[in-house]
């Protein structure tokens, strides 16, 4: 037996991993036109271990405080080897995932995968989803520039906006009534302990589900493999399944590299407190829908501020996309009316993003 | 005369409405106001008898409590026009131009008085006044001059720290321009009247009325206001040395003092003009349409060797830099980080702008500590943005070769999974 068998041998001996390959051994995935759409978690998963490797190797430089942020973000691009490619990786990779999650979660409702019994996973998937938007609302504030001060100005006086609990959620998101440095050392804190814990847990939870639950099937398809079990097909998910993520990963790292390499990610300059809010400032793409429909809503509706009814409204709809799986049930017409849901919530998150980056 | 009591009746029965509201009213407003029958009449007459309690509150002696009467005489009290309006109660009536100078220096040339209000308030501008062109033409007779009124306005007149005061430094020239860019007007007193029409194109307009540079000079800041007169050939650069510092103090010590003074030249003026001075290139150092040197040098001698070897050195610097700013930007535009090259930059433009300053000593060697340490920052920037533009290559280098390697490993995972597939 050659040295490396015997380390395997001595580790299975140990660890009985064997059990753990033979039962991947007997996973498998349905095997369809659509089957690509399953790789979306997979690579979102993908973009979230870089998102730890490259974060902890950030943190080696990195120094939250009003007064150091920025030169240590300015140290890390233009003095650490390499600290521009894990900086870059690090910001491209934190869009990435986002994008991709909510294409993950767009394709499973497309897919109708959240329905019974798979209703957890799709709360856990949403939370999650709400979680990288706030991994990307805390982390876009620590290399403290100007874009990013503005932004969290802006993004934290909404979050004022909610009656009764908005004002001292404002406060405890600042560390105070305004954003200063005490902000910033809470971001970081968020950004780097609360989120990653919170968002670790969940992640187990929801891929523990996929694996207990196996990966859905379209509802057409289900119909049409249990008329013709013969029509059915599967593919094993280790390896064949397992290596094609592998493939996936590849080209996301690929993609990764590419952006990084060709489009560093901009530092911007240090953020100055007295300083006016820069015309026309924006937050991040991916809440450019909610920030410009706030910005549409008239000022008053009725007698009601149109800023509170807008953040009342997508805290409302929030809730209900994570309860979505609850109104749903076998019957055509409700499937077709998520679907029609579905379509309308996917085009108004593009629309309003394109008209929100389009408007001044 | 009836139009007028019946108006004076319905002004009564007004004034009783108000006094029983004040009465209801007191003590929730506050009116500290002397009762001021004048504006009752003259806020419906119409101009220029016409004064609304509108426009005289927004003048500054209004603000401070002082009211018709102060300068009209009279009885504000009286509701009766020809009690309110009588010789007896003091009134003077319409004040008339000539009496005007002496009646604002009545208070405005008494320390004592002016110091309740405003301590830090100059009392000399009456003295001032009679020191001037204006006050020296109007004590000979010449009532065509400006007095107090025509600059300061009047019923309406603002602090000049106010932007609508017509004394503000904003609009300090468009009240001058008002006589002076007339023709009409100043026909008779033998000065042009363009020298609005020049300021307007002036760096000095467009640093105070364009980018609100409330330090950039107008016209009072050069003639004086007061005491406002020409500033004299021989003492034009003592004006713009308030400003211009460093540039007088070279001059001081250069050789075109003596030649200028000499040959009674005014200073600045000679190179740079007066009321339409212009952004100064270095173009006026050299041979073509903008060039000074030349309109009293002679090409070939010592001092056009000189000029030559001063425009050299400013070139040089002025193309160091752009040289710099351009490879910077490219390397900025590939989002390569050269932030702190691109602060440096700023310093080698100080550099050059103390070496344009130093042109004023007509001396190579006083402008060369300048133009060297330009150079020296601007070589250092420019390598920064080489070698941020090496990195830039460098890392497509190493992208590409990422990028083959992940390609290989798709590749043969592809035909791998094709081998077990199949």
């Not at chain 1, 979230?48 to 943190?59: C, E, N, S, W």
């Not at chain 2, 100064?280 to 070897?309: E, I, N, S, W, Y």
Request: charged content about 20%; aromatic content about 10%.
């Amino acid at each position: 037996m050659s040295p490396l068998r015997n380390v395997l041998h001595w580790l299975d001996e140990r660890l009985e991993w064997d059990d753990l390959i033979a039962l991947l051994r007997k996973k498998t995935v349905p095997l369809h036109r659509l089957s690509y759409w399953y790789f979306l978690g997979g690579i979102t998963l993908f973009l979230f271990v870089i998102q730890v490797l490259t974060g902890i190797l950030l943190l080696l430089y990195y120094r939250p405080g009003a007064n150091e942020a920025f030169e240590s973000v300015q140290y890390i691009m233009t003095q650490v080897q390499f600290g521009w490619l894990i900086r870059s990786v690090h910001s491209w990779s934190a869009n990435l995932m986002i994008f991709t999650a909510f294409a993950h979660m767009f394709s499973v409702l497309f897919l109708k995968a959240y329905r019974k019994p798979r209703e957890l996973t799709w709360i856990s998937g949403v939370i999650l989803l709400f979680l990288v938007m706030g991994f990307g609302f805390s982390g876009y504030l620590l290399p403290w520039n100007t874009l990013a001060f503005f932004a969290t100005k802006v993004g934290t006086e909404i979050t004022g906006q909610v009656p009764f609990i908005g004002k001292p959620t404002m406060i405890f998101l600042r560390g105070g009534e305004d954003v200063t440095g005490a902000t910033l050392t809470r971001f970081f804190g968020f950004h780097v302990a609360v989120l990653p814990g919170i968002a670790t847990v969940l992640i187990l939870f929801h891929v523990l589900l996929v694996q207990r639950l196996g990966i859905s099937v379209p509802p057409r398809l289900e119909l049409e493999w249990s008329a013709n079990p013969s029509a059915k097909r599967e593919m094993k998910f280790f390896p064949n399944f397992a290596l094609r993520e592998l493939m996936a990963w590849y080209i996301a790292l690929g993609v990764l590299g590419a952006l990084a390499a060709i489009f560093p990610w901009n530092l911007g300059v240090k953020a100055d407190p007295f300083a006016p809010a820069p015309a026309g400032i924006k937050p991040e793409w991916y809440f450019l829908f909610m920030f410009q429909t706030l910005k549409l809503i008239p000022a008053k509706v009725w007698f009601i501020d149109g800023e509170i009814l807008g953040v009342l409204a997508f805290g409302l709809v929030g809730l209900l996309w994570v309860l979505l799986p609850f109104f749903e049930s076998d019957h055509p017409s409700h499937l077709k009316r998520i679907t029609g849901l579905s379509i309308f919530a996917l085009a108004y998150i593009i629309g309003m993003s394109i008209y929100g980056h389009l408007a001044k | 005369m009836v139009i007028l009591q019946n108006k004076t009746r319905r002004l009564a029965i007004a004034r009783c409405l108000v006094a029983f509201g004040l009465i209801v009213f007191a003590p929730y407003v506050s009116y500290g106001q002397t009762p001021n029958s004048c504006l009752d009449c003259h806020s419906a007459l119409p101009e220029p008898l016409g004064v609304t309690q509108e426009k005289f509150s927004q003048d500054i002696h209004a603000q401070r409590g002082l009211t018709c009467v102060d300068c009209h005489g009279g009885d504000p009290t009286s509701d009766d026009p020809d009690k309110a309006m009588s010789r007896k109660a003091g009134w003077k009536g319409k004040i008339e131009r000539k009496q005007i100078p002496e009646l604002c220096g009545t208070c405005h040339s008494d320390p004592a008085y002016i110091r309740q209000f405003n301590p830090s308030l100059r009392t000399d501008q009456l003295a001032q006044y009679h020191t001037s062109v204006h006050g020296k033409r109007w004590a000979a007779g010449d009532t065509k001059v400006a007095v107090c009124t025509d600059c300061h306005s009047v019923h309406d007149l603002r602090a000049p720290s106010d932007p609508r005061s017509t004394v503000n430094p904003v609009n300090v020239a468009n009240t001058c321009s008002r006589c002076h860019a007339d023709a009409n007007y100043m026909k008779g007193y033998s000065i042009p009247t363009d020298q609005f029409a020049k300021y307007s194109t002036s760096v000095h307009h467009d640093a105070l009325a364009v980018r609100g540079d409330l330090s950039a000079p107008t016209c009072s800041t050069c003639h004086g206001n007061h005491g406002a007169a020409p500033p004299g050939v021989d003492k034009v650069q003592n004006v713009c040395s308030t400003c211009h510092v460093f540039q007088a103090q070279m001059y001081e010590k250069s050789s075109h003092k003596a030649a200028f003074q000499s040959a009674s030249l005014p200073g600045c003026v000679v190179c740079h003009g007066n009321h339409g001075i212009v952004h100064p290139t270095d173009a006026k150092l050299g041979t073509g349409p903008d060039a000074v040197c030349m309109q009293c040098h002679k090409p070939g001698d010592v001092c056009d060797q000189a000029r030559a070897a001063l425009l050299t050195d400013l070139g040089r610097l002025d193309e160091a830099i752009n040289n710099a700013d351009r490879v910077l930007a490219v390397a900025e535009s590939s989002g390569m980080e050269v932030s702190e090259a691109r602060l440096a930059q700023s310093q080698a433009r100080d550099s050059l702008t103390k070496a344009r300053v130093s042109v004023h000593s007509f001396r190579k060697d006083l402008m060369d500590q300048d133009i060297q340490s330009g150079l020296s920052i601007a070589a250092k920037d420019l390598q920064a943005g080489q070698k941020a533009m090496v990195e830039r290559n460098y890392r497509r280098v190493g992208l590409g070769m990422s990028l083959i390697a992940i390609g290989i490993v798709v590749a043969g995972l592809r035909l791998y999974l094709k081998r077990i597939e199949s």
